[in-house]
C-alpha cells in the first residue's frame, strides 16, 4: 500500500506561482513513479507531469510545458509541482499518482491516487 497526501493548492492570480506537495509512504512508496494529473469541473483528469526518484527523468504534459517543473526530495519521498505564468485554464484539482508504468501519463496505469487539492486562478 502507498499513501499520497496532497498539499500547497490555493488561490492565485494569473501570471502568478504555486508549488504543490506531495507526500508518498508504504513501504513500497520507492517502487512507483510519482505523477501529477489534474481535474476541472466537467472535464476528464488530465495527465501534467512525472518524475522518477533518484532520476532526472521528467515527463510532461503538452499544456504544461515550459511553465511546471516536477522535482523530488528523494529522501523524504515527496514530489513538488512547481507551476509558474499559471493561467485561468489551469484552474483544477490536482492529485498526486503513484504508478509502475513509464512514460506516464495514462490512469489506467495509476496504483494510487492522493485526494487532491484545490488550485484556483482567479484575479
Known amino acids: 500500500q502507498v499513501q499520497l497526501v496532497e498539499s500547497g493548492g490555493g488561490l492565485v492570480q494569473p501570471g502568478g506561482s504555486l508549488r504543490l506537495s506531495c507526500a508518498a509512504s508504504?513501504?513500497?512508496?520507492?517502487?512507483?513513479?510519482i505523477s501529477w494529473f489534474r481535474q476541472a469541473p466537467g472535464k476528464e483528469r488530465e495527465f501534467v507531469g512525472g518524475?522518477?526518484?533518484?532520476?532526472?527523468?521528467?515527463y510532461y504534459g503538452d499544456s504544461v510545458k515550459g511553465r511546471f517543473t516536477i522535482s523530488t526530495d528523494d529522501t523524504n519521498k515527496t514530489s513538488y509541482l512547481q507551476m509558474n505564468s499559471l493561467k485561468f485554464e489551469d484552474t483544477a484539482v490536482y492529485y498526486c499518482?503513484?504508478?509502475?508504468?513509464?512514460?506516464?501519463?495514462?490512469?489506467?496505469?495509476?496504483?494510487?491516487w492522493g485526494q487532491g487539492t484545490q488550485v484556483t486562478v482567479s484575479s
Open positions: 508504504g513501504r513500497t512508496a520507492s517502487m512507483y513513479i
Open positions: 499518482a503513484a504508478g509502475s508504468r513509464w512514460p506516464p501519463g495514462g490512469k489506467e496505469f495509476v496504483n494510487y
Open positions: 518524475r522518477m526518484w533518484s532520476s532526472d527523468l521528467t
